[in-house]
């Protein structure tokens, strides 16, 4: 019973929506939540190519630890904690260094995406039944504009 409790809490009770949502929100992201990782073998499986450490930006385009660039029509930055937004050199944060964006997508910047940061929509954005949700709704939104455009999407997640 308690799990369901705090799945409910934590999913639905708990969001950016919601007056004590709101208010939570600005406390977990002062003192932080637990993170969830993945595994190397699963993002194989599921067909996902890494790449070395973007380490900055040449011509609009995010430049590899390895010197290459990839010409990407979309960049989800996949953060936690420390969100090393010092490689966006784009007005997308507030004042308290949170982007701006509704439910990871970023108005006014297309392309780019956040999954992973406290709080992204709900108490459960940081965690493993929270995370996914957040993460395919960026992924609904990218393959949108590609059935929008008929142009393919290529995505470099950070």
């Not at 010092?86 to 439910?103: A, H, M, Y």
């Not at 995406?113 to 709704?137: K, N």
């Not at 960026?138 to 999407?153: D, Y």
């Amino acid at each position: 019973m308690l799990p369901i409790v705090f799945r409910i809490l934590f999913h639905r009770i708990l969001t950016v929506d919601t007056p004590l949502g709101r208010k939570v929100r600005l406390k977990l992201i002062k003192h932080g939540m637990p993170l969830i990782r993945t595994r190397g073998r699963d993002l194989a499986a599921a067909g996902v190519t890494r790449v070395p450490r973007m380490e900055g930006v040449r011509d609009g385009y995010p430049l590899l630890a390895d010197g290459t660039v990839r010409r990407v029509s979309s960049v989800v930055w996949c953060t936690g904690f420390n969100m090393g937004q010092s490689w966006i050199d784009l007005p997308v944060f507030d004042s308290d260094g949170e982007p701006i964006q509704k439910r990871g997508v970023v108005p006014g910047e297309p392309g780019l995406y956040f999954v992973g940061p406290h709080f992204l929509y709900s108490a459960s954005s940081t965690m493993i039944h929270g995370i996914g949700r957040d993460a395919r709704r960026v992924a609904e939104r990218i393959a949108g504009i590609r059935r929008e455009t008929g142009r393919p999407q290529s995505t470099l997640a950070c």
